[in-house]
């Protein structure tokens, strides 16, 4: 396999976390944000939508979308499980997953601040949006935690799903200067995916095109 991203792609991130978790390897291949390069011709033909990641398999096979791709992993590979057993476990993980990946990152990503950029807003509007919306975001993620079962996961004594983009959203939130403080839920399991092989070597500055 192969698998397109950029080492400080959220989204890119979270494939990097299930591959590893799953005890899975895929051959890595840069795509340039900063410099367009998914845009170019050769990049558009694997992916239409010119985001990262995009996911080649042995059979040629192209799959994108983040949690698509998480989802294939899931189905292809079952253990370890990213997804609870029962149905009502499944969907919560699941609604966790998607408030960070359809919720708050579209909202903050390079493309759209560079679309905010565009419109005249100056670099400092910018970036308020981006903390604006990650704090919102995360803050709301926190509150889908409470009354959940005790463990040092987000959903147990387990990582899942929501852990793979969780802890990708949290380097976002930093880098944006959002105050975490009042989301010790959410450091606290981040912490504990920290402790684990499979997130230590995802993060961007151990990928072979940091930096």
């Not at 396999?1 to 890595?28: D, N, Q």
Request: hydrophobic fraction near 45%.
């Amino acid at each position: 396999m192969r698998l397109h991203g950029y080492y400080r792609s959220t989204a890119a991130w979270r494939v990097r976390i299930a591959l590893a978790l799953k005890g899975l390897s895929a051959e890595p291949a840069t795509v340039h944000l900063r410099r367009g390069e998914q845009r170019s011709e050769a990049f558009l033909r694997l992916n239409p939508q010119g985001l990262v990641p995009a996911l080649e398999l042995d059979d040629g096979s192209v799959l994108t979308q983040s949690l698509a791709i998480c989802e294939y992993l899931e189905e292809t590979h079952p253990d370890p499980p990213l997804l609870p057993r029962d149905p009502v476990g499944r969907a919560r993980v699941r609604a966790f997953a998607l408030a960070i990946a359809a919720d708050i990152h579209p909202l903050q990503n390079l493309r759209v601040l560079n679309r905010l950029r565009a419109l005249g807003h100056g670099e400092e509007q910018v970036n308020a949006w981006a903390r604006a919306v990650i704090a919102e975001g995360l803050a709301a993620c926190q509150a889908l935690l409470q009354g959940e079962r005790t463990g040092p996961f987000c959903f147990g004594d387990r990582p899942g799903l929501a852990d793979i983009c969780l802890v990708p959203q949290l380097f976002n939130a930093r880098r944006f200067g959002v105050d975490l403080a009042p989301l010790p839920r959410l450091l606290a399991a981040e912490a504990a995916c920290l402790t684990l092989p499979a997130f230590a070597a995802a993060v961007p500055e151990r990928q072979p095109d940091f930096e």
